[in-house]
């Protein structure tokens, strides 16, 4: 039984669905993630994140549907995927009046450590952490970003084998989240399964392997963060600057085939090419300075995974149905 | 870090690890709120001044009702204040998710919040007795009397830090308010009562001694049912409090009524008529919601399900539990009354009369909730309805009894107040003859009615509950039930 649950998938979500009263916030969503993956939960607020997320931290169930933890149902085991869950809402949820080390105590005790264990499972979650030095520091005197490293400590206490942090990066200075960045890799680099959400793309882009977007309830793309970007195969964005107005460029685009307006910039605008051969890009530049624009700058720009989301919101829209890869 | 350095975890060791995690916690949280530093420096402040004030003073009663004044004032206001946002402070806080993912249950949670208010409590009353040691030294104080007395405030406070700390359960403030003032109001009335009979001395007779036992199991199990109002107020669905209420509540009444085998009938009564008063408000009062797991604990047979109609949470089989307990307690006293083996066929005896009565008050909210406000039923709200409506008829009670009291004329106002069977109890208590057909009459009636009423409104939940009970299986789960 224990090999079977070692071998299972850390988590596996099969047609979970969930409503309260007339809304529904989780619509039928299927997904699955294997043992060692930092996988970045996205969607809008409201989107569904948080409800899907608490359902796996079997502090909320499911109206249908299935899910499990390293193969243990979330509805039935709820004490076994406790044991092996780190839950991180995404509110501080701390107490006044207590120092960081109390506070991390506390959660030990409360989860059953004692004696020296105890002492040594508080210590390590510290060093972690890096908050040692602020072991005696009351938590009400500490910054956000120590605070959330305060939480994911308590998160880790129990040394679970998945971690679920609900949009940890929320609000932290740049320092603060570089330094949480840094933690998550060190935490999945030692095979710990990490399902992370936020709704800012850049910063799950950097640290996971692979992204799901979930959008009004229903899980719309699950893969890479590159994967995401194919579906825009086909299609270069030019950042172009001009001198002198502007609102020429759009004006210019709009007579020519095979060039799109994206966005105005304040120097020119970001323009979409139907292709993504050089010399068919060459020839828009040509063009431009034919047609008497001054061009002063004219570059290929990546493929921003907004814009990919965006995009895939778009074409949803337009037709109606999801997209899995 | 430095190796010569202790590591900052030794300091972890100063409360030894086999303690409640919940009661580590809250010691730490509590000795450095600024309330309790306020409270114990105050507290010794106003000793130092009873005790110079006695040193001077040729009467040792002056300083007396000074320096009961401030004990009673710490213990029973300041220390039990503390509890009134315990366990609505860790959803403020958003820590009870948090809670519920360790290995503490809501009633290990509720328990450790209310221990670590008592063991500060208990450092305040430590911190008073080289005081009262001091006072006998400087005369005129029954040593004994007075650490007696302090056990019976230590006591007072317990019960009355465990209906704040269960009253905190609520998240409304309303309600947590109303509970409040409502319970506070009814403890207030308790200890005048114990204050008044033991005026003099504590412990003068037989009967002295087993009132006092009386006492403290009554407190025992109040500390008890306030705890466990809180606790299933925090738990989720699938963990069944009412059970334990419900069945702790009939065991506690009945020891209460062996205690007229010790000559205390009426204490007896009053108290087992209370708690189970107090029972069947918390078990009407109760929302419905049933998950899987206790419908499944219920599913064995017909006896487990028969047992289930009155031990499954939720309002539905709270008026079932009602009907039940109040059937077999006044039967019980008027078995009692009736020498014991010999069922008193009078039913318009004054101890007949007023224990329908008793039932009469409890129950008539339940007719007006039937009748205006049926919605609420399903709601948190019911309980606090319940209690206004209560409130509003205490009031229209005092006024009554007032009237009665200045025109000294019981029998006009009992008729007027008819749907009012407090005005019966009053009356009962304060000597007026209650005997009769037609007080009878009122009091059954409605204690009747507000049991007939919510039974036949119930019988569609109760149909759903014994399917419920047969195929516990078809109900959604609830995922709380580590």
Same mark, same amino acid.
């Given at each position: 039984m224990s090999e079977l649950k070692t071998k299972a998938p850390a988590i596996e979500v099969t047609n979970l669905s969930r409503w309260f009263s007339g809304v529904?916030?989780?619509?039928?969503i299927s997904f699955t993630i294997t043992p060692g993956q930092v996988v970045g939960f996205v969607g809008a607020n409201g989107a569904g994140k948080t409800t899907t997320m608490r359902i796996l931290a079997t502090l909320d169930y499911p109206n249908r549907g299935t899910a499990k933890i390293c193969g243990y149902d979330v509805v039935g085991y709820p004490s076994e995927v406790r044991h092996r869950i780190g839950w991180m809402p995404d509110h501080f949820g701390t107490y006044k009046n207590m120092t960081v080390l109390e506070y991390l105590d506390f959660f030990a005790r409360a989860l059953g450590y004692s004696g020296d264990e105890r002492v040594e499972r508080v210590q390590e979650v510290m060093d972690f952490t890096d908050l040692t030095t602020l072991c005696?520091?009351?938590?009400?005197?500490?910054s956000k970003g120590m605070g959330q490293r305060l939480c994911l400590g308590r998160a880790l206490i129990h040394d679970p084998d998945v971690l679920i942090l609900d949009e940890?990066?929320?609000?932290?200075?740049p320092k603060a989240r570089v330094e949480l960045k840094h933690l998550i890799r060190i935490l999945a680099s030692e095979g710990k399964t990490v399902f992370i959400s936020s709704h800012i793309l850049s910063e799950l882009e950097e640290m996971c392997d692979t992204l799901l977007f979930i959008n009004q309830g229903q899980i719309i793309h699950h893969g890479s963060s590159e994967s995401l970007r194919e579906s825009k195969e086909g299609q270069t964005v030019i950042a172009v600057s001009v001198a002198g107005d502007p609102e020429k460029l759009e004006e210019w685009t709009e007579l020519n085939p095979g060039v799109r307006f994206k966005e105005a910039t304040k120097t020119g605008a970001r323009i979409l090419v139907d292709s993504a051969e050089p010399d068919e890009v060459a020839a828009i530049l040509k063009r431009m300075i034919k047609d008497d624009?001054?061009?002063t700058d004219f570059h290929r720009e990546e493929v921003k995974l907004e814009d990919a989301f965006i995009e895939i919101l778009g074409n949803l829209e337009a037709e109606g149905t999801a997209i899995v890869s | 870090m430095p190796d010569d350095q202790p590591a900052?975890?030794?300091?972890?060791? +100063?409360?030894? /690890?086999?303690?409640s995690p919940m009661l580590v916690k809250e010691l730490r949280q509590g000795l450095r709120t600024n309330m309790f530093v306020i409270a114990f420096i105050l507290l010794q402040m106003f000793m130092v001044f009873c005790l110079m004030i006695g040193a001077l003073s040729p009467s040792a009663n002056d300083t007396g009702a000074f320096f009961w004044f401030f004990v009673f004032f710490t213990l029973l206001v300041v220390q039990p204040i503390? /509890?009134? *946002?315990?366990?609505?402070s860790e959803y403020q806080l958003n820590t009870m998710d948090l809670l519920q993912l360790t290995r503490l249950d809501a009633w290990r949670i509720t328990l450790g919040k209310w221990t670590a208010l008592n063991a500060q409590t208990l450092l305040l009353v430590i911190g008073i007795l080289p005081y009262l040691v001091m006072r006998y030294f400087l005369g005129g104080v029954n040593f004994v009397n007075d650490m007696v007395g302090l056990a019976m405030l230590g006591l007072a406070s317990a019960l009355a830090s465990a209906i704040t700390v269960g009253a905190s359960?609520?998240?409304s403030l309303i309600l947590r308010i109303v509970l409040l003032v409502g319970c506070g109001f009814g403890l207030m009335i308790f200890i005048t009562f114990v204050m008044a009979k033991f @005026? @003099?001395?504590?412990?003068?007779s037989p009967e002295d001694l087993a009132t006092i036992v009386l006492i403290i199991l009554a407190a025992i199990y109040g500390i008890f049912f306030f705890l466990s109002i809180g606790a299933s107020r925090i738990?989720?669905? *699938?963990?069944?409090?009412s059970f334990r209420k419900r069945l702790w509540a009939i065991i506690a009444s009945a020891a209460c009524l062996l205690f007229c085998f010790f000559g205390i009938e009426e204490m007896a009564y009053i108290f087992s008529g209370s708690i189970l008063a107090l029972a069947s408000i918390d078990a009407f009062c109760e929302p419905l919601p049933l998950a899987k797991p206790v419908a499944r604990k219920f599913s064995k047979n017909t006896f487990t399900r028969l047992c289930g109609l009155v031990l499954i949470p939720g309002w539905h089989t709270g008026i079932r539990y009602f009907f039940l307990v109040s059937v077999v307690w006044t039967v019980a006293v008027q078995w009692l009354e009736g020498d014991l083996g010999r069922i008193r066929? +009078?039913?318009?005896h004054a101890e007949t009369v007023m224990s329908v009565a008793l039932v009469a008050m409890v129950g008539l909210p339940l007719i007006l909730i039937q009748l205006?406000?049926?919605?609420?039923?399903?709601?948190?709200?019911h309980f606090a309805v319940y209690m206004f409506i209560q409130a509003c008829l205490a009031i229209m009670t005092m006024f009554i009894s007032f009237a009665m009291e200045v025109t000294r004329n019981f029998n006009e106002y009992v008729y007027l107040a008819v749907p009012l069977p407090s005005v019966i109890l009053i009356g009962g208590a304060s000597?007026? +003859?209650? @005997?009769g057909f037609y007080s009878f009459v009122a009091v059954f009636t409605i204690a009747f009615f507000s049991i007939a009423l919510p039974w036949w409104k119930s019988r569609d939940q109760i149909r759903e509950l014994k399917q419920a009970m047969r195929n516990p299986e078809a109900l959604p789960e609830d995922t709380m039930t580590a």
């Open positions: 529904h916030a989780v619509r039928d005696d520091r009351l938590i009400d005197q500490l940890p990066a929320a609000g932290l200075d624009i001054a061009v | 900052p975890t030794k300091e972890l060791a +100063d409360f030894p /690890g086999k303690l503390r /509890g009134f *946002a315990a366990l609505s359960g609520y998240r @005026r @003099r001395q504590w412990i003068g738990a989720p669905a *699938a963990e069944n409090h066929t +009078d039913p318009f205006f406000f049926p919605k609420r039923r399903e709601t948190e709200m000597g007026h +003859d209650i @005997r």
